[in-house]
């Protein structure tokens, strides 16, 4: 099933998940079926596997033989993760995993437009619906363009990037992904550097195009609330932007809170419900970085639902 995907922090997510034997547990990014399998395959549970991509649940039918009742597979996004939870009849449940990076799979098929390494069409939805890259490129404004890139690919020459951009596509709209690759290249001043120049530029498309970060704060809220006693949630980030929201997320959920009290001048501690049984984020070892360049950048992070 994974042949082609290389679960990333594979160990680290059964080990910090602890499946048990009984429990129900998401995996909110089904993909290639990595996390699934290895769950699976360390307790007698159940897995309710996520993905809005309709190409992964094709996949997942081969996982779906082999486990039968304890894989559920479901069609959707992981920001309604409640809704699909219980919608399967489950009130709540004891673990979810989260991995927000782009599955190999959606990498290497150059059809899907995310990767600038490969030609194609200019798409990059996940889910195969909505407005594409190519729509977002022809549609959006200078200021609007230089925001998005900004925003959600950190990229320092984002304006200059734009304003090259919205003057190339007046002559020949952007709709392959190399085209926009080397434009964007062409834009950027200075020598270019081990990581390809149009890197942000392509990240920051991707996220805008599928709402990610909007859907990782739902994803976040909604997954918590659904865990029972003693479960946990675990989520491998890939960049920057999302690791700060998983970790001021999980954060303020398991921060003390206080409870006021005229009678103490310091107040009360209040228990929030949840806590970090990790101080700080996990990170891939130095062998599977060698292994599998694309988990070098990978933070794992873990919040705990108190019994």
Request: aromatic letters at 6%.
């Amino acid at each position: 099933m994974s042949d082609g995907h290389i679960p990333v922090m594979l160990r680290e997510v059964v080990e910090t998940l602890k499946p048990i034997d009984g429990g129900v547990y998401v995996d909110g990014t089904f993909g290639g079926g990595g996390y699934t399998k290895a769950i699976l395959e360390a307790a007698q549970c159940t897995v309710i596997a996520i993905d809005q991509d309709p190409d992964a649940i094709a996949r997942g039918q081969s996982l779906q033989k082999q486990y039968g009742d304890r894989l559920r597979l479901v069609h959707g996004n992981f920001g309604d993760v409640a809704t699909h939870v219980a919608g399967l009849g489950y009130k709540t449940i004891n673990g979810i995993v989260l991995d927000l990076g782009v599955s190999s799979y959606q990498l290497d098929e150059a059809e899907r437009g995310f990767s600038f390494m490969r030609d194609g069409p200019l798409d990059m939805r996940m889910g195969r619906q909505g407005p594409s890259a190519a729509d977002l490129l022809a549609a959006l404004d200078e200021k609007e363009l230089a925001d998005i890139f900004y925003l959600y690919g950190e990229e320092r020459h984002s304006r200059k990037i734009a304003r090259h951009l919205v003057s190339r596509r007046k002559v020949l709209p952007f709709t392959r992904t190399l085209d926009l690759a080397e434009a964007v290249a062409d834009a950027k001043p200075g020598p270019r550097g081990k990581i390809h120049p149009a890197t942000q530029v392509f990240q920051a498309l991707r996220i805008a195009v599928n709402s990610e970060l909007d859907v990782l704060q739902k994803a976040l809220s909604e997954g918590a609330e659904a865990l029972g006693a003693e479960g946990r949630y675990v989520v491998v980030s890939f960049h920057s932007l999302e690791d700060r929201i998983v970790k001021t997320t999980f954060k303020d959920m398991a921060g003390p809170r206080r409870r006021v009290n005229r009678y103490k001048q310091d107040g009360e501690a209040v228990t929030s419900g949840f806590d970090l049984p990790l101080r700080k984020a996990l990170e891939c070892s130095a062998e599977e970085a060698r292994i599998n360049p694309r988990s070098r950048s990978a933070k794992l992070r873990v919040l705990e639902r108190l019994a």
